[in-house]
Structure formats: structure tokens, C-alpha cells
């Protein structure tokens, strides 16, 4: 089992997670543009009260987008920042998948197919949808950003509904939206779901080094720069 601390700051709620041999603990506030506050003293916070180094963890994980670009910059970075001090590797989780493990770890619905979206500006969302496997949140249909009008499921396939992005389902086709057994807009991405992700990633390997750990943005003209190039 491994100890993993994982970051969240891609919507205005603001969260970090620690797991410790599968025991799992979080610090979530819902604070808009005070990321950059208090991201650093909730891991601080989180660490302290087990006792913990960041040098005494196994990986860093973090929520990689999409979301908000100012958002994942900052998760990244501190992701970044602090595997790259302690030599940890680091496990990009992302965002919209954490939506759809939030909705497992709520409802334990490990049936439906689960649609997760988030307000992408601009009258377009991002979304993609998850199953639940094993009790984890593995990709069913690609992530994209598009109108809300794009957003093709499959005739007849019954889904629930997660995430901001289906405040938009008024411009959504219909045949989607009357396919849709739940609908919840007011949730957002926790970094407890993103440690329960990335914890099996951990498990299989699928790690980055800090320099290589970069957002999704699902919007090709948003570039990135890695810690060296900064």
C-alpha cells in the first residue's frame, strides 16, 4: 500500500486528499480565486495532522484538467514543485473522471454509465463519460470540449448526469437529455476521488516524473511550460 497526496484546484472548490495504506482523508473549501492561498497551507495541514514529510510519500497526484486554465496551472505546479523537492513521481488524474468516482462514492452506482461535464466558457463544455470497474472510474467515451449541441451518447443509452456543464442541457439534443436517469450540476471534482484514481494508476505504474506532469486543457491553442522551460 503506498502513501499518496493528491491535489485539487480545477473548479472553485479548492481540495487535497491524502491516502495512507488505503485509509483516506480530505480537506475541501469551496473558494474561488483563493487557490494560490490556500492550496499550500491545506497540505501542510493535511500532512501535519499525519505526521507526515512530503519526502515520506509515494507520489503526488493531482487533477489535471480540463476546468478552469488558471485552476489546473496551479495544481500542476504545485504538483510539480513538490514531487520535484522530494523526488516523488507524480499520477495526472483527471478532473472530469473525478466527477464521475464522486458520483460512485455517493450513490455506489456501478451500473450506469456516467456523463461528466464542466462549464468550458465560450458556450461549449467539456465532458466524456466513465463506467465503474472494479470501483474505479475508467473511460468509457473520449473527453472532448464542444458546443452542447455536439454532445452524441448513442441512441438509447440510458446514463446519469454530473457536473456543471449540463446547465447547458436546455442546447443540448434531446434525445441525450431524456436519457438521463440522474442530473446533478451543483458538484464538483474532490481530490479525495482523485487519490482513490490514482491510487490504482500508483498500483500499475502509471506514474510521470514532475517535468513531465502538464494540464489537459482539451483546447489546443492553451500551452503549457514545463518547470525546466519556465
Known amino acids: 500500500m503506498a502513501k499518496i497526496l493528491a491535489l485539487d484546484t480545477s473548479t472553485d472548490a479548492c481540495s487535497v486528499a ?24 491545506m ?20 487533477g489535471r484538467g480540463p476546468g478552469s ?4 496551472r496551479i495544481a500542476t505546479g504545485v504538483a510539480q514543485g513538490l514531487a520535484y523537492a522530494a523526488d516523488l513521481p507524480v499520477v495526472p488524474v483527471s478532473s472530469l473522471a473525478a466527477l464521475a468516482q464522486g458520483y460512485y462514492r455517493e450513490t455506489q452506482d456501478c451500473e450506469s ?24 472510474a475508467v473511460i468509457e467515451i473520449a ?21 456543471s456543464g449540463f446547465n447547458y442541457r436546455e442546447q443540448m ?3 441525450v437529455v431524456a436519457g ?13 476521488d482523485i487519490v482513490n484514481i490514482a491510487s490504482g494508476l500508483y498500483a500499475l505504474g502509471h506514474t510521470v516524473q514532475a517535468e513531465d506532469a502538464q494540464p ?4 489546443n491553442q492553451v500551452t503549457w511550460k514545463k518547470k525546466d522551460q519556465q
Open 69 to 72: 486554465f488558471a485552476g489546473i
Open 180 to 192: 438521463f436517469s440522474k442530473l446533478d450540476t451543483q458538484v464538483y471534482p474532490h481530490a479525495l
Open 173 to 175: 439534443p434531446s434525445e
Open 113 to 136: 454509465l456516467i456523463i461528466t461535464a464542466f462549464d468550458a466558457r465560450m458556450n461549449e463544455v467539456y465532458w466524456g463519460g466513465y463506467k465503474i470497474i472494479e470501483g474505479r
Open 18 to 41: 491524502l491516502e495512507i495504506d488505503g485509509s483516506r482523508s480530505e480537506l475541501f473549501k469551496v473558494i474561488p480565486r483563493r487557490h494560490t492561498h490556500e492550496l499550500l497551507p
Open 216 to 219: 489537459v486543457y482539451l483546447r
Open 43 to 62: 497540505v501542510e495541514e493535511i500532512l501535519g495532522e499525519a505526521g507526515l514529510s512530503v519526502s515520506q510519500l509515494d507520489a503526488i497526484a493531482f
Open 143 to 163: 473527453e472532448v470540449v464542444s458546443a452542447p449541441s455536439q454532445l452524441i451518447i448513442g441512441k438509447g443509452i440510458d446514463c446519469v448526469a454530473v457536473g
